[in-house]
């Protein structure tokens, strides 16, 4: 027992010794989710060690633990992916991105707090970020539709995997409509992905389709003469995304016999590299002489 005391303070003495040297911040670009919903992290650490770090080699250098306002810890999956060895010098600021959606269930409406730990095992130190606060909201159901998932090519005679889009509204922050797709399988009980596409207006009546190829092609007003067109794959990724304003036709979607999906009407705004690119004089190749 009297030995307790002294290993007890150099514990502590080790842990606010590193914590002086080497801090641990966790940085979120939102304040706001839906469950499901990918949820991006930035681990920043910063050495003022005065030597080097060599970190990452080990799968548990950097850990993580998520709980609630009222303390309940969340359950965690799987272990977030951190391996990736690098050094980091003295004086410098290194950076890790994950997500945590997939590694922990966060599947019900409140307050959160995540909190990042850095392992150094050199110094036999685990450095804690200060806990980040983020919320977990409910969206409203908008529209929802099952499609079969394209077969890849060569395969025949094979029961076709049924999928779900669904997008839904959410207030973020209590300020600004949002719409979102979710999809799952199609009894809702395993998300693939949650992806938030833009502001929508209160007023908006959503106009969406499904392609040949099992893309969902959305347009919605976003604003007062301004409308967003998106593609999404079956995967929840946005392969594409225009902006129309409303120039004497509203902008609407048309499929033709083929199955194909396209928008008519309104006036696309252009994107800078929809420009053509125009080279100076001194790059133009010089007209061929004539005979």
Known sequence: MKFSLPILGLSWLTF??????????????????LPSESLPVAVRITNRSGQPLHLGA????????????????VVKKADVPVQGEFDLGSSQVATKRVDLA???????????RVTATVHIKDWNAAIPSPPQS???IDGAKLWSQSFGLPVPAGVTNRAPEVRKYTLEEANYLRSQLRMYVQVSD??????????AIGPMVSFSQPEALVDRFSHLHLMYQSGARIFTYSVVNPD????RQEIYDYFNTRPRLHT??????????????????DMPVVKPPNEVPAAPAKP
């Open 16 to 33: 606010f010794s590193a914590s002086a040297q080497v801090t641990v911040d966790v940085v979120l670009d939102q304040e706001q989710f």
């Open 58 to 73: 080990d799968p548990k250098w950097l850990t993580f633990s998520v709980e609630s306002t009222g303390g309940t810890v």
């Open 102 to 112: 997939p590694y922990f269930a966060l599947t019900r409406q409140g307050g959160y």
């Open 134 to 136: 983020f919320n977990v």
């Open 186 to 195: 199609e009894s809702e009980t395993h998300i693939f992905k949650v992806r």
């Open 236 to 239: 929840g990724d946005i392969v």
């Open 256 to 273: 033709d016999d083929d199955g194909n999906i396209t928008v008519l009407g309104g006036a696309r705004r252009v994107k800078p590299n």
